[in-house]
């Protein structure tokens, strides 16, 4: 009877069923190939160190980034860099995610894997990221993987102070028109490779930017870059060969030179900014000899961060979608923000979670949720660990799936716990995580924490659902803050070296 009163308040909270989008899985199962193309030294900190990066509180004082690297050894790093994306992510771990039912990858990317992007006299990162992206992206093909394409570590730095920004810095340059440009030049060149380069057979979406500031005061512009990145990615489309609803015929692809058919096209996709950034895109296009009609494929899914990412009235990226579009949370309860530092605490929030109804009513759906983990603020048990997987697959599976942060964490002296709580594959060996994704050690977990509608309002009301014999009931203080979790439930930072040690 229990299972039953849950199933009919989780199907009073479900929005109209999710179907597949675009060439996403109807569920997501996916985990993030983190520490590969953007390394975070925070993850592999044995491997860091004797690569010949250093370890410090403050990351922009050492040799704590990719960048710092990059400029700390000119002439070895793309060779140690090659090094570190071979062993990181190859067949072995493909072969491992395959075995545990992952559907889909999102693949942190940095700005400097379109190399031309790169003004080199004062920024530094490795080169040769493109043709390790093109292998990876090649095993997990065969393996029946799709992929998401996400610009992680945007030009000028997006995000303050944070290793997973390519450079750690207090002053992020983002936000600028020249920047801007730059990742609209770097969407179309993602663009026409996922669509002419077979390599690139099973890219299905690219995420516009990872986590911008959260503060929408402090991101000027963002809006109208949200705009002009789908324009971008339809535009880069439509000149491939793919038909736009809405858009008129296609132009003859005389040669598929960008700049001969540019002029021919019009309409509200091809803004000034958008010709130019893929006036800027094609030179890069033809060197990379990635040149040519789309190979039969489909329009690829954009992505951005959901709305409630950011508060002090974002833009809705809803207003932007021309096309199959998808939205990304990321809710990490360990940096604190999101409940009290207790295991009742977090089942309750979590069971109550209202994050992809939010959305929906503002039109931010399908919702996936790109990363999470099992971090917690205080030392968790395994059985609590257990119930606290499931519980945010439940949760997280409301609406097109989840993604969990990461795949795997570097085990070794120095990196002590970390996997326990930060990796999917050692989730999966320690028991917490189910083998079969789609599946939950206990699928009732959140019945004693569902708080019934008729009672949040009420800060006294204790929740009826939970039977007397669960000692975990939620109090009356959680289950205001599971109430009145709204807009800002995420983390604000990304795990750190000092947050997650
Ligand atoms: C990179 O970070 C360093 C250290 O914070 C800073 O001095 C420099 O201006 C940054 N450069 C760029 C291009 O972000
Ligand atoms: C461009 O506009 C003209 C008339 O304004 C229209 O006939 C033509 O179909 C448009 N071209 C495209 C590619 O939409
Ligand atoms: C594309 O067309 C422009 C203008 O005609 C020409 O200058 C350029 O060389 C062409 N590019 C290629 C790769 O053919
Ligand atoms: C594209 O691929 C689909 C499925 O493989 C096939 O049914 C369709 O005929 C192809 N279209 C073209 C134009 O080749
Ligand atoms: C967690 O356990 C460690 C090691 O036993 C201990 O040092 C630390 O104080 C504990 N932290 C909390 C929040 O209880």
Known sequence: MRATTVFSLLSFFLPT??????????????????????LEPWMLPQEWLDMGGQSCSDCSTCIGTEFAFAKAYPDTVDEIFDGHWTSWFNQPDVDAL???????????????????????????YPRGGLAQLRRGLQQLNAAGIVAILDHHALPGVAAVNQMFAGNCTSTPMFYTDYNYHRALIWTSVMTALSHVDPAFANVVAIEAANEPI??????????????????????????????????????????????????QVNGSIFTNEVRSALLDA????????VVGLSKNRTQLVTNFMDIGWQHNNPANPADAAIGPQGYDNHLYYSFGGVANADPVSYMTSICNLKRVQKDAALGNSPLWFGEWGLPTQFNATDAFLTQWADAQKLMYSQDAGWIFWNFKIEKSKLAGDLARQWSYREG???????????KYNDPNVCVPYIIPPSSSA????????????????????????ASEQTTVSSASTQPSASASA
């Open 214 to 263: 959260m503060d929408a005061s402090k991101t000027p512009g963002y809006g109208n870059f949200q705009k002009n990145f789908v324009k971008a990615v339809r535009a880069t489309e439509f000149l491939l060969g793919i038909q736009t609803p809405g858009f008129g015929a296609m132009p003859v692809p005389t040669n598929g030179n960008f700049t001969v058919m540019l002029p």
């Open 282 to 289: 094609y030179p890069i296009l033809v060197e990379l000899g």
């Open 458 to 481: 009420s800060v006294s009301a204790s929740p009826t659902s939970a039977s007397a014999s669960v000692s975990a009931q939620p109090t009356a203080s959680a289950s205001v803050s």
């Open 98 to 124: 395959k075995a545990n039912g992952i559907n889909t990858v999102r693949i942190p990317l940095g700005y400097w894997i379109v190399e031309a992007l790169v003004d080199r006299a004062t920024e530094f």
């Open 428 to 438: 999966v060996e320690l028991g917490y995580l189910t083998k079969d994704p789609s």
């Open 17 to 38: 069923a999710f179907g597949s989008l675009g060439g996403l899985p109807d569920k997501i199962y996916g985990v993030n190939l983190g520490s590969w193309l953007v």
